[in-house]
């Protein structure tokens, strides 16, 4: 044992002399170091981040640091597995309890989920330093006044005509239906972009989201778009601010529906602060970047109000900024953590499985047991592609091949000698234990989708498919469950009674 490691305490020292005299096979996994240096680095991790320049504005370059930290990662489990190679309680015939197959694994899992947690510590802090930096409300409020201040100040050169457009109540059709002809009506002529037939669950929803509208009679409705005016936006903001930002339709009414008098001076100096906030390419008193980036557009009348303005004031560049931010303060969201927590559960499943099922097999029916799983996976996606097959394929296929590792584990009991086969088979099983949940529960829903989506009783049964989420989460704690309590029972029997046997 070496007592001079690089950077370890005295005190770690003393645990790791203690558990190689008391308790070995806890030892042998290297929990105490692996604790020591992982969570080492993680703190230090955390902390580089928080201090290395990087303002929530700029472009995010996460990927580089994500890309190096996972090689880290990788080294950093070899590394450990060096250490492993070391010493081994269950392949020596040491003392080894009912459940310390399950406390191996348990700290194999730990130590990886450790390890692969390193290249999600700089996104984590970047968006903590985001939301530190900017509110939503401020955002929100900020995005607000550059486009009111903008609409002020830019009045006169703004075309403010709204795009009208007839919509003509019909029992005759479901949905929408354009008419070629417009509309004569009995007092007026309709001059109009577009003449349409609707339904009334049509009317009822452009009712409710139109910015204006004209009533002609019981069935003919005028409905008036705005001109965009929305010349800054961000639309990660929507939902997750308490101010709201104005619609276009909100900044045509506090700004533009009566002339306002404005002092153009001072308008233009607090629309330059608002720009220097958010884009270091506004100086302070300017409301152009340090360089002319669009010669010849700023005079473009012909263009949207939107597209002109934001080429008047180089407007991409706040937006960028604001987007950037958004991009850093939102980037956790329901979706993104599910996806994530999912990578990290599934290699350090796979990694952790593949470190226990190393540690309790020969070499060569380990290293046979992975040229077995790629050589099914290949012949089976070859299958399944000439085949034809539908998802539900796959599942069958995986059932299958679980009864079989199953079998050929069972043959185990009464063995007399070390035979390579059920010794893959084992190895198979227990990689592919903590899946089965998950699978039965895809194949059951897969078979149930195949009977009623596609069909005329749809609408009766999606009750069916409501719970479809909760119950794949179920499985997949519930296929953890299911490996850490056979590990503890027939695998590790199963492992004892086929590493104990003589060899062929």
Same mark, same amino acid.
């Given at each position: 044992m070496d007592n001079k490691r690089l950077l370890t305490p005295g005190f770690i020292n003393g645990i790791d002399r203690q558990l190689l005299k008391n308790n070995p096979v806890t030892w042998s996994t290297r929990i105490h170091l692996a604790l020591y240096y992982g969570l080492g680095l993680f703190i230090l991790l955390a902390i580089l981040s928080f201090i290395v320049p990087d303002d929530p504005k700029n472009y995010s370059r996460i990927e580089n640091w994500i890309i190096l930290l996972s090689v880290i990662s990788l080294l950093a489990f070899v590394f450990w597995m060096v250490y492993l190679l070391r010493f081994n309680v269950f392949k020596r015939f040491g003392k080894w309890g009912s459940l310390d197959s399950v406390k191996t694994y348990s700290f194999y899992f730990f130590i990886t989920l450790l390890i692969v947690s390193w290249p999600f510590v700089p996104p984590i802090v970047q968006?903590?330093?985001?939301?530190?930096?900017?509110?939503?409300?401020?955002?929100?409020?900020?995005?607000?006044?550059?486009?009111?201040?903008?609409?002020?100040?830019? !009045?006169?050169?703004?075309? #403010?005509?709204?795009? =009208?457009?007839? @919509?003509?109540?019909?029992? =005759?059709?479901?949905?929408?239906?354009?008419?070629?002809?417009?509309?004569?009506?009995?007092?007026?002529?309709?001059?109009?972009?577009?003449?349409?037939?609707?339904?009334?669950?049509?009317? !009822?929803?452009? #009712?409710? &989201?139109?910015?204006?509208?004209?009533?002609? /009679?019981?069935?003919?409705?005028?409905?008036?778009?705005?001109?965009?005016?929305?010349?800054?936006? /961000?639309?990660?903001?929507?939902?997750?601010?308490?101010?709201?930002i104005l619609s276009s339709m909100d900044l045509y009414r506090q700004t533009l529906q009566t002339r306002q008098i404005i002092d153009k001076q001072k308008l233009e100096k607090e629309i330059s602060q608002l720009f220097s906030k958010y884009s270091y390419r506004h100086g302070k008193g300017s409301l152009q970047i340090n360089y002319d980036s669009y010669p010849d557009n700023t005079q473009n009348?012909?263009?949207?109000?939107?597209?002109?303005?934001?080429?008047?004031?180089?407007?991409?560049?706040?937006?960028?900024?604001?987007?950037?931010?958004?991009?850093?303060?939102?980037? %956790?969201?329901?979706?993104?953590?599910? *996806?994530? %927590?999912?990578?990290?559960?599934?290699?350090?499943?796979?990694?952790?499985?593949? *470190?226990?099922?190393?540690?309790?097999?020969?070499? !060569?029916?380990?290293?046979? /047991?992975?040229?077995? &799983?790629?050589? #099914?996976?290949?012949?089976?996606?070859? @299958?399944?592609?000439?085949?034809?097959?539908?998802?539900?394929?796959?599942?069958? %296929?995986?059932?299958?091949? @679980?009864?079989?590792?199953?079998?050929? &584990?069972?043959?185990?009991?009464?063995?007399?000698?070390? /035979?390579?086969?059920?010794?893959?088979?084992?190895?198979?099983?227990? @990689?592919?234990?903590?899946?089965?949940?998950?699978?039965?529960?895809?194949?059951?829903?897969?078979?149930?989708?195949?009977?009623?989506?596609?069909?005329?009783? %749809?609408?009766?049964?999606?009750?069916?498919?409501?719970?479809?989420? #909760?119950?794949y989460l179920i499985a997949e704690i519930g296929g953890f469950i299911l490996l850490l309590v056979l590990l503890a029972t027939l695998y590790q029997m199963a492992y004892k009674k086929w590493y104990s046997l003589p060899e062929q």
């Open positions: 968006s903590i330093r985001a939301n530190a930096a900017y509110t939503s409300n401020e955002l929100a409020d900020d995005i607000n006044k550059m486009n009111l201040k903008l609409c002020q100040l830019e !009045r006169d050169s703004l075309d #403010l005509k709204f795009q =009208r457009d007839t @919509f003509q109540v019909s029992n =005759r059709i479901m949905g929408t239906e354009k008419k070629e002809i417009p509309y004569d009506g009995k007092d007026e002529v309709i001059n109009l972009y577009g003449y349409y037939y609707i339904d009334t669950a049509v009317l !009822r929803n452009k #009712l409710n &989201s139109t910015d204006s509208v004209r009533k002609i /009679s019981d069935s003919v409705y005028i409905f008036y778009e705005c001109p965009e005016l929305q010349f800054i936006y /961000s639309y990660s903001l929507d939902d997750r601010n308490e101010v709201g009348w012909e263009k949207l109000n939107a597209e002109r303005i934001k080429d008047k004031y180089d407007l991409y560049y706040v937006s960028n900024s604001i987007d950037n931010i958004t991009g850093k303060k939102f980037r %956790w969201d329901e979706g993104t953590i599910a *996806v994530c %927590w999912r990578v990290a559960y599934y290699i350090t499943l796979a990694l952790s499985l593949l *470190v226990l099922i190393y540690r309790h097999t020969t070499r !060569r029916t380990f290293f046979l /047991s992975l040229l077995s &799983s790629v050589v #099914l996976s290949i012949l089976t996606g070859l @299958f399944l592609a000439i085949s034809s097959s539908n998802e539900g394929a796959f599942f069958t %296929w995986a059932i299958f091949y @679980f009864i079989i590792f199953s079998v050929l &584990s069972a043959t185990i009991i009464n063995a007399r000698r070390r /035979s390579l086969i059920p010794g893959i088979g084992l190895n198979l099983l227990v @990689f592919i234990t903590p899946f089965m949940p998950l699978i039965i529960t895809a194949s059951y829903y897969s078979a149930l989708r195949k009977k009623y989506e596609y069909g005329f009783e %749809w609408e009766k049964h999606k009750h069916l498919f409501i719970n479809e989420k #909760l119950h």
